[in-house]
C-alpha cells in the first residue's frame, strides 16, 4: 500500500500554502475530542500532530475519517494508516481534477 501511495503522490503537483494549512487547522477546531493539535510545513508537506483527550485506535479512526472527509479534495484522495501502539498515523494525499493536491502525515495520540 506504501508503494501505490508513493506513486499516487508523484503524480500530484504537491503544494503546502498558508490557505491550505489554515483550513487543516479550522477543520481541527471543529472536534471536541482533541486536546491539542498543529499543522507544519515542512518539504512541502503537512505534518498534523493531533493529541486526544482519550486515545483509541477507534476514536483516532472516526477522527481521521472526519478530517479527511472534511479537507478532501472531490476529485480524488487516498490513505495509508500504521497502527503504532499508542498512537496511530495516517499518509494521506488529496488532489483536484488539475492535478494540483496536498499530502499529510497525521499523527494522532
Known amino acids: 500500500m506504501v508503494s501505490i501511495l508513493n506513486n499516487y503522490v508523484s503524480e500530484i503537483k504537491l503544494s ?3 490557505l491550505t494549512q489554515g483550513i487543516l ?17 515542512k518539504s512541502n508537506r503537512f505534518i498534523v500532530d ?3 483527550h482519550k486515545f483509541s485506535v477507534e476514536a ?6 472526519a478530517f479527511m472527509e472534511e479537507t ?6 487516498f490513505y495509508v494508516r500504521f497502527n503504532e501502539g499508542n498512537r496511530v498515523r495516517y499518509r494521506y494525499a488529496s488532489c483536484k481534477e488539475n ?4 499530502y499529510c502525515d497525521i499523527v494522532i495520540s
Open 16 to 18: 503546502a500554502d498558508v
Open 25 to 41: 487547522k479550522t477543520a481541527l477546531n471543529e472536534h471536541d475530542e482533541i486536546e491539542n493539535s498543529s499543522v507544519m510545513i
Open 50 to 52: 493531533i493529541h486526544l
Open 60 to 65: 483516532a479512526a472516526k477522527l481521521a475519517s
Open 72 to 77: 478532501g479534495y472531490y476529485y480524488s484522495s
Open 99 to 102: 492535478k494540483e493536491g496536498f
